[in-house]
């Protein structure tokens, strides 16, 4: 019996232990005092602390650790790590971990998120916002770019020029406007509340391209030229690398350069002929310079020992002979320039690769590095501004439609719709907010660009089917008056562009994640590769010792936090988002440890399991994604009336973790893990569940009436008042409807009668020959018929109108006059 109890509070002082994380000579001491304890009692004799010699000693004394436990298991180690590719390696170094990092290691300390400062807008971007932005978006017709001309007119490439849209991301020593990456995401937000192609054509320039590119890696001479021409807007560029045969695998490209001696302007000089094939390149129709990615070989050695000197980036005129442009590609209506480029054999200088010859090879470096940056910033917003303009304007109109005589919002299936509108609106501003905003601080932040970039465009494609269902016809008829159906077509742009969401979701969150957020797994790779093998086994000990300890933490944490839901552990704030902040601690414990086991039990052959390892990313990121929110609200004062937002994406999101780690545990490899796991993490089943009825109907609700809450969901978004823009006319419309249904219900019950809500006119005049409005309340009625008729209206146009090729029609009318 006394042992029994003896082996309980050891077992007991381990799992306290390894909650809190505590050391191995803590645990060693902890472990000691209690056998003294137990000697002194009577309950252990002399044989329990050989045992405890044993075991105890190897562990704590390293030489004889690190002799005859880490020796062998770095043996073993490197005997079943699979070898990296260097492009997997380079994207693996690329970019920095941030509070990602610490979601993924269990035990998140939300005092951090806190306290990361909210980004804010100097008065000089705020007044490029009120200023430039908004006239740009006053100039712009998005039907007359869309449809009839298929591109942006010449006086508003112009504006974009003049006034510095291109060059956000230049230096002002050069002339560009230098902005933070979280006024370039509000630009481009609000951009893409009027015109997708403008904030396409405008994020372009400012991601990943040749401006980006030059400022980190270019001479001093491809900055002295380039930039300030590049922020005048004198040279539009393009980057390219994708080609007919490398979409996804971009590190297989075929195109190619070859080191050789060449004339060029009369001289003959060290360059290299280049060769390649490239499509689906945005702005290569009209771009000036193009960047460009290619294997650079240097078969005869003028460069150095190696033959094959791998990716390498260069900036080439595209005035240079033989480098072909000008064709486009139709991305699914939405004409934003883009097309193929070709080149075959076009010999330029070696200096035109960008940072010189000496960083002929680090293309792919480059690349992933700005990438871990630009993923962040130009889907993640241009889905944004999107997002939050469906939710407004859906809202809007679901208000004012009315069929079987009720504001179709006011059904609870149009409710569930919209209140994934609302709730999509909030996180998704929330996480791109924050994911920018590591940007500002400094962060290179690969894994959360590649959560953001997934995310942001998914929801995107959601909310924009959300908006669709619940317009109907208004949503399918085109023209000027639709300002659904160009964002519906373009959703799969942003899917498949900066790495197809597919891949991002099963390869790259995870798979970067899992090497860059733990702790200890990089540091044991790192180890294992080391050349010295003292210095090897050295840190391979340190990496694999600490590693066993996380996971023994991790294991008991999780227990503890699944037995008890979580109810005792940390949260910042006691009120209605504690449980939140719980659930988190709960699933960010199990991601911990469900990474180790995976790890531990599939090894290299994670990296091919990908549905695994999507799933481990989706718990990640719906960590990442909650934790944005809980800080959105934190920052915006926690204003009561965001409730209902915030709880709707917490649950939202939080149940998607949930889901993610049951299915997880359902089809983990090893059956009986997955069983014994499943039961040690979910003991009481699966409790969490989706938003319910009544919080979809609140944040419906909010969706549908002017409020705080709602205006804050509309943040950023294009709202002026003018014929071309249909948000700001709709906004009004809701304002006007708003106003008109007092005054119509005084009238109906005046009359005696349940008129329809239509014929709002002559509801005025019926009021007015009964005596019960003003003349001035009539006008208010009018108002409010023609916002209603505008709201559910549709565009309608002469046969020949919608024709691309209108000589067809001609032709059929002379050969009609002639029949006549
Ligand atoms: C409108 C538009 C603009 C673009 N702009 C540019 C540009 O300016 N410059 C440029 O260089 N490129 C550009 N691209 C190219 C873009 O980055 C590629 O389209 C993208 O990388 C995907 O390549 P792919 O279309 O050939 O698809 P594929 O690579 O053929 O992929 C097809 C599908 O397979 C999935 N897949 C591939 N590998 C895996 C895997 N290992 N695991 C799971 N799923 C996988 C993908 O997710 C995708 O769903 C643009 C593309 C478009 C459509």
């Known amino acids: 019996m006394d042992v029994l109890i003896l082996l309980l509070v050891l077992l007991l002082t381990v799992a306290v232990l390894a909650y809190h994380r505590a050391s191995l000579s803590l645990f060693t001491a902890a472990i000691a005092i209690e056998l003294a304890v137990a000697t002194f009692t009577g309950t252990v004799g002399l044989a329990s602390w050989i045992i405890f010699a044993l075991l105890a000693a190897p562990l704590n004394v390293a030489s004889v650790r690190q002799s005859y436990l880490t020796k062998p298991l ?6 079943i790590m699979p070898e990296m590719s ?3 390696k380079e994207a693996i170094d690329a970019g920095t971990t941030w509070w990602e990092g ?14 990361f400062p909210k980004p804010r807008l100097s008065p000089e971007e705020q007044a490029f916002l009120d200023g430039p932005c908004e006239e740009l978006l006053r100039m712009v017709d998005d039907w007359h770019i869309t449809h009839e001309r298929a591109d942006i007119p010449p006086h508003v490439y112009q504006f974009l020029k003049d006034k510095g849209f291109f060059a956000m991301i230049i230096k002002k020593e050069y002339g560009g406007l230098e902005f933070s990456a979280y006024t370039q995401s509000c630009v481009l937000q ?3 509340s009027k015109s997708m192609i403008l904030s396409s054509t405008v994020g372009v320039p400012n991601s990943l391209g040749p401006g980006e590119l030059l400022q980190h890696y270019g001479t001093k001479e491809q900055q002295d030229y380039y930039l300030p021409r590049l922020a005048k807007g004198l040279e539009i560029p393009c980057f390219a690398l994708t080609s007919p045969e490398a979409g996804s695998d971009a590190g297989a490209i075929p195109d190619f350069g070859v080191v050789c001696k060449g004339q060029w302007e009369g001289k003959e000089v060290l360059g290299m002929r280049l060769t390649w094939n490239k499509r689906y390149i945005t702005l290569a129709p009209i771009a000036t310079v193009l960047g460009l990615a290619f294997k650079l070989q240097d078969p005869d050695k003028l460069l150095g020992d190696k033959e094959d000197l791998g990716i390498t980036c260069a900036l080439i005129p595209t005035s240079t002979p033989g480098v072909k ?6 991305p699914l209506n939405v004409p934003f320039q883009n097309g193929p480029t070709q080149g075959n054999d076009v010999f330029v200088p070696l200096d035109f690769i960008i940072g010189g010859p000496k960083m002929a090879g680090q293309g792919w470096r480059m690349l992933v590095e700005c990438l871990s940056v630009g993923r962040a910033i130009t889907l993640p917003s241009n889905s944004t501004g999107g997002i939050k303009a469906a939710a407004l304007l859906t809202g809007a109109y679901a208000r004012i439609r009315r069929q079987f005589k009720l504001p179709i919002g006011k059904m609870e299936g149009i409710e569930e719709a919209l209140a994934r509108l609302g709730g999509y609106a909030y996180m998704s501003e929330a996480s791109t907010t924050m994911s920018v905003g590591s940007i500002d601080l400094g962060e290179k932040p690969s894994v959360v660009s590649a959560i953001t970039k997934f995310h942001m465009t998914e929801r995107m494609r959601q909310a924009i089917i959300d908006a669709m269902d619940i317009h109907g016809g208004k949503g399918i008829c085109m023209g000027p008056n639709n300002y659904l159906a160009r964002g519906y077509q373009g959703a799969p742009v942003a899917i498949t562009v900066e790495g197809a969401n597919i891949l991002t979701r099963n390869m790259i969150i995870y798979g970067q994640g899992a090497i860059r957020c733990h702790p200890f797994v990089l540091a044991e790779l790192q180890a294992a590769g080391l050349e010295d093998e003292r210095a090897a086994v050295t840190a391979f000990d340190r990496a694999l010792f600490g590693h066993i300890g996380f996971a023994i933490s991790n294991f008991f944490r999780s227990v503890w936090l699944g037995l008890t839901n979580a109810a005792f552990s940390q949260s910042p704030y006691n009120d209605a988002t504690a449980r939140y902040y719980k659930q988190m601690n709960r699933f960010s414990a199990a991601l911990a440890l469900m990474s180790d086991v995976a790890m531990g039990t599939l090894g290299g052959d994670l990296k091919r399991r990908e549905r695994i390892s999507a799933r481990l990313g989706d718990i990640l990121s719906m960590l990442y994604i909650t934790s944005a929110v809980l800080k959105r609200f934190n920052d915006d004062g926690r204003p009561a009336q965001d409730l209902p937002c915030v709880q709707w994406a917490c649950e939202d999101n939080l149940y998607k973790a949930q889901q993610a780690l049951d299915e997880l545990m359902d089809n983990f490899p090893n059956r009986a893990v997955g069983v014994v796991l499943g039961k040690l ?58 106003v008109a249904e007092p005054l119509f219900d005084k009238v ?13 006119n002559e509801v005025a005049d019926l009021g007015l020959s009964l005596g019960v409005i003003s003349e001035e309340e009539a006008e208010k009625l009018r108002i409010a018929e023609q916002g209603r008729l505008h709201t559910i209206n549709v565009d309608d146009f002469e046969p020949t109108y919608l024709a691309a090729d209108k000589s067809l029609f001609a032709e059929a009318a002379k050969s009609s006059s002639a029949a006549a």
Not at 102 to 115: A, I
Not at 711 to 731: D, F, H
Request: with cysteine.
């Open 190 to 192: 609000k951009l893409t």
């Open 681 to 738: 993490l979910f003991p009481w089943g699966r409790r969490l569940r989706k938003p319910s009825d009544q919080l979809d109907h609140q944040v419906a609700r909010i969706l549908q009436t002017p409020c705080e809450a709602r205006s804050r969901l509309a943040t950023g978004v294009y709202l002026t008042v003018e014929p071309n823009n249909q948000i700001g006319l709709i906004e009004k419309a809701l304002t006007d409807i708003l």
């Open 325 to 330: 442009i000008g064709n486009r590609h139709f």
């Open 74 to 79: 770095l043996k073993l180690y490197r005997k």
């Open 748 to 760: 109906a019950q005046a009359a005696g009668k349940r008129l329809p809500f239509y014929r709002l």
């Open 102 to 115: 610490d979601l993924f290691r269990g035990s998140p300390d939300w005092h951090k998120l806190h306290n």
């Open 86 to 88: 260097s492009t997997e």
